[in-house]
Structures are given as structure tokens and as C-alpha cells.
């Protein structure tokens, strides 16, 4: 009976003891699945309190190494930049980052760091440094552009700055030219910069006007010209330049520019009024 008792005690210590075996394997299970399934990143928008969000600095930015834009950008970046989460340009769609690369590096750079939109700044992760937004930003565009070398981001703006400054230069430029037009026409009493009497005589409009051929009026024919100039110097000018009843656009002369034949126009006028 005592040998019963021993056994029975001895297998059940057993079974307990392979319980929590089992207990102790599925604890570890759960724990592993746990961290599988754990989210990368936090949706942070602007407005919101994004500091329970932030992840603390990364070592690369410690130890001088170099810095892990891709890791960045898998904790902090990815959770709305993967999804498309509020409107967010997904990584890699051209269409959706073809409007934002034209603006060039250094201004969606500026974005990232500054915040725009939805997107708060830094990615809602202030602890983030310029040069590790710049790697992440690096990271993020590069299946979309052509990014700078990193560290370049000073140079990035200057670049961008000197091609605004170009801009500006040759807006400039042609405000001057522009300028200097209206200030001859304004020495020459408002006329054209070209000359109207050598271009009526050598354009070949002085075949017809001088001596009325194809119903062309002459020069020295008021009445003919008498209906004509109360149409309007502007009619005038699209007759001429586009061509009307037997007279060929721009006298058939097409080498004549749209001022040419104007000028040819305002010197006929003068003539015969």
C-alpha cells in the first residue's frame, strides 16, 4: 500500500513539473510573437504632443559614426511614409513625389526638419539632429531623385539660392531690354524701333500701294484709304499681319515680325492721313 502511495506522489510531482514546462515554452511564445508584431513607428501628427513618441537619439549620432538613415527612417518615418497615413507621399511613388522632388533637395529637406502640412517637424521625433533628417530624408527620396552627398545640405541651399538669384538676374535682365525699348519708341515720339518707310520699299508692300494693284489701296488714293483708317489702327494691324481679301499674310512676305509689318502699317497711315 506504502509503494502505491510513493508512486502516486512521484507521478504527480512529475506531471507538475511538465506543466510548467509547458506553461513556462507558451510564456516564451507569446513574448516572441509580442515583439514581431510590435508597430515601428507612431503616428504623430502636427498639433499633437509628439514627445511620447520620440525615440531616444541614435548611437551613430553619439559615437561620430556614420548615421543609419534607413534605420531612422524605419522608426520614425515609415509608419505614415509605408501607408500613405495623412496624406503622407509613400516611398518609391513617383507620381506622388513628382511635384515635391521639382522643388530639390534642400527644400524638402527644410520640410522634414521644419514640419509641413500634416507632418509635424522632425517626424514628431525632436531629438533628431539636422544631419540625421537629413540621412532619413536622404533615404526616403532616394528612389524618386537624385540626392546630394550627405552633409552637402548648406551646399544644397546655396544651389538653390544661386538658381533663384539666376532667376531674378534675367528677370531683370529683361525688364531692362524692356525698359530700353520703350525708351527709344518714347525719343522717337512714340514710334516703332524699326523703321516703317525702308520697310514698305524693300518688303515688296510697295508693288501694290504705290500703284493700286489687286485692289490694293494706293498710297495716294484718300478716298480708298478713308473707310480703312475708321476701322482702327488694331484692325489695320491684324489686316496686315494675317492678310486679307488678295493681300497675302504679312504682304507675302513672311520673313516680316508682327512689329516689322505694324511698323509698315503706322508709316502708311502717316502718309495718307
Sequence with gaps: MKAKLIMSGLAALGFMAGTSSVYAQDDAARDAIAERLAPVGQLCLQGQDCGTAAAPPSESASNGSDIDGEGIYGRVCSACHESGAAGAPIRGDEDAWAER?????????????????????????PNLTDE?????????????????????GD???????????????????????????AETEEANGGASEFDGAAL?????????????????????????????????????????????????????????????VMAIVDYMIAEVE
Design 200 to 260: 514698305y520699299a524693300s518688303s515688296g508692300c510697295a508693288a501694290c500701294h504705290d500703284n493700286g494693284v489687286a485692289g490694293a489701296p494706293a498710297m495716294d488714293d484718300a478716298d480708298a484709304w478713308s473707310e480703312r483708317l475708321d476701322k482702327g489702327t488694331d484692325e489695320l494691324y491684324a489686316n496686315a499681319i494675317n492678310g486679307i481679301g488678295a493681300m497675302p499674310a504679312k504682304g507675302g512676305n513672311p520673313n516680316l515680325s508682327d512689329e516689322e
Design 155 to 181: 551646399d544644397a541651399v546655396s544651389e538653390d539660392e544661386a538658381a533663384v538669384e539666376e532667376d531674378v538676374a534675367a528677370t531683370d535682365e529683361e525688364a531692362g531690354d524692356e525698359a530700353a525699348v
Design 132 to 152: 540625421e533628417m537629413e540621412a532619413s530624408t536622404a533615404y526616403l527620396l532616394e528612389p524618386v531623385m537624385d540626392v546630394p552627398e550627405l552633409g552637402g
Design 101 to 125: 522632388t521639382e522643388q530639390g533637395f534642400a527644400t524638402l529637406l527644410e520640410h522634414s526638419i521644419n514640419g509641413i502640412g500634416a507632418m509635424p517637424a522632425r517626424g514628431g521625433n
